[in-house]
């Protein structure tokens, strides 16, 4: 089992940046790629950016590529999201999740490759 705890959500005004950070524990941390996605009100689940079990590869959404960045450190057990120059747009419930232990392959974008989820942390992104 892993258990995923983010933090970080807050308001800011457009502009502004934000860092989330998903803290990892249950199983071994650097052996299963992570992701990050984001819901907001009345919409579907969307996939903003994952990143491999090594940190070497990651992959991001056409909407937040050049202002959102995903790293891991594997000795703390993180997966953070380093997100700037913040837009209304990206107001919604952001989501950490990690893949099952059989997932083999670059990091997945579509949420039905993650198994595990944490709680959703806000962020509201005023204009």
């Known amino acids: 089992q892993v258990q995923l705890v983010e933090s970080g959500g807050g308001v800011v005004q457009a502009g502004g940046s934000l860092r989330l950070s998903c803290a990892a524990s249950?199983?071994?941390?650097?052996?299963?790629?992570m992701g990050w996605f984001r819901q907001a009100p009345g919409k579907e689940r969307e996939f903003v950016s994952a990143?491999?079990?090594?940190?070497?590869?990651?992959d991001y959404a056409d909407s937040v590529k050049g202002r959102f960045t995903i790293s891991r450190d594997t000795a703390k057990h993180t997966v953070d999201l380093q997100m700037n120059s913040l837009k209304p747009e990206d107001t919604a419930v952001y989501y950490c999740a990690a893949t099952a232990p059989s997932y083999y392959g670059p990091p997945p974008v579509n949420h039905t490759a993650y198994d595990y989820w944490g709680q959703g942390t806000h962020v509201t992104v005023s204009s």
């Open positions: 249950g199983r071994t941390f650097s052996s299963y790629p």
């Open positions: 990143i491999d079990y090594s940190g070497g590869t990651a």
